[in-house]
């Protein structure tokens, strides 16, 4: 019953609301932002980011500081923080929780399956995974030669198996290969994660329908732009797309067959919320749609935070703190290469 | 013996004494039923705040007082009514009067029950979003407080008008 939650939804989440709404009022602000945009070195960051909560994790770092190292501090905090949240959980919020990471865990096989087609040592592949998505037998990946091994050796054993039976072709995996297994795999998971937020019901549905669909629209302008141009035809780009979301189905329809930006452009300026996202940028640019998007999401994000007694509060976190890492990230890389007029074209202001 | 049965003539068999103690019963027990959940309501989430805002523990216990006063306005009106509970003689078990004294019983501790069961649920769920936010904000806490204030001010109604229900409970004079 939607708007009751607030009598039950304490008796298992409650405390687990609490301390992400306390991590939440952690994360960095503007004023923060422009602390480290003034940074000369990568030593200033380390300073300014000590006065955060990042401090513990960075205090150790010997000072030959690489912005690699940077990153893989604050996102050991991240997975520090998901794993408390996670072992104090019950059901249905672990489930939950385990979802949000599933995301990483695709992006981490095709990572090692990539690098292994390309000759790649094993152990250094295993250090670039997110260590979110991180699960037993990943090493084992390197072994498979097409789909089906991959299948039937490694991932039949995950929480990806069930995304697998859309993909399972014959086929030897080729770059191509692996990226369409990418974005089934995904389109899998969004659309069974969209499933299990419908079950839950009550405002985490509302929100997260949201949220994900979303992420679905995204993710279909995103393939749509960069399969312009290669060799994948109009079905098959229309199979990679999520059936949930504003866009569908008839702005999948037109999408499939766009064949450039503009056209791109014009399908999505009717619907309104995306018209303001393609209203920022000037005709033919398109480098600019990526910072669009993560305002957009950041936007969203932030408002999931306005209501009580919901799950979304947690894929929120998750995702703030991603985009805070992604920017962390971005800051660091200009400065280290002294490109410092850059900063501000990547960094997402959160509050 | 002929004459038909009715729910109507069902509850006028029931002894006014057995209305007057569910009424008493349900007073205290709805009663401790709101409070408690008021209370785990607003815990669970003043626990998880205060880890990382420790300052707002002392502040916030005032969530919790709030709804123990909900338990205890039903132990109060709980011990008025059992004082109004006399004994009748047998014959006028089922006078009217009794009745009516029994009823106004019975009224009276389902009043300030569910009075106070949505008092204490309403002041849990502020008490909640009054620390949670308290932790991020703390100029929140008094502005919070005062709708909380207005909150428990449901249970003091239920209490006022069950006392004045309870006062009017008369039992018939014992006949010599």
Known sequence: MYGFEALTFNIHGGYLEAIVRGHRSGLLTVADYNNL?????????????????????????????????????????????????????????STFLEYITYGHMIDNVVLIVTGTLHERDVQE???????????????????????????????????????????????????????????????????????????????TAEIMSDLLAFEADRRAVNITINSIGTELTRDDRRKLYSNFGLLYPYGH???????????VRGVMEKYPPYQSIFAKMSYGESQMLDKAFYEEEVKRLCLAFEQQFHYAVFFAYMRLREQEIRNLMWISECVAQNQKSRIHDSVVYMF | MGESSSWSRALVQISPYTFASIGIAI?????????????????????GAAIKAPRITSKNLISVIFCEAVAIYGVIVAIILQTKLESVSDSQLYAPESLRAGYAIFASGIIVGFANLFCGLCVGIIGSS????????????????VIEIFGSALGLFGVIVGIIMSSQATWPAKTA
């Open chain 2, 130 to 145: 009054c620390a949670l936010s308290d932790a991020q904000n703390s100029t929140l806490f008094v502005k919070i407080l």
């Open chain 1, 125 to 203: 592949l295993l250090e670039k995974c997110h260590p979110l998505g991180m699960f037993d037998s990943i090493a084992t990946l390197a072994v498979a030669q097409n789909m089906r091994e991959l299948y039937r050796l490694v991932l039949v054993d995950t929480p990806l198996a069930p995304y697998f039976s859309e993909c399972i072709t014959s086929e030897d995996l080729d770059d191509m290969n692996i990226e369409i297994m990418r974005n089934t795999l995904y389109k899998a998971y969004l659309e069974d994660f969209y499933k299990f937020c419908q079950k839950l019901g009550g405002a």
């Open chain 1, 253 to 263: 329809e037109e999408l499939a067959v766009c064949e450039d930006i503009d056209q």
């Open chain 2, 27 to 47: 007073s205290i027990g709805v009663s401790v039923l709101g409070a408690a959940w008021g209370i785990y309501i607003t815990g669970s989430s003043l626990i």
């Open chain 1, 37 to 93: 945009c003034q940074c000369e070195t990568l030593d200033d960051i380390k300073m300014h980011l000590s006065a955060t909560e990042y401090g513990p994790y960075l205090q150790n770092e010997p000072s030959p500081l690489h912005t690699t190292t940077i990153v893989e501090k604050c996102t050991l905090k991240l997975v520090d923080e998901y794993k408390h949240m996670l072992c104090q959980a019950t059901e249905p919020l």
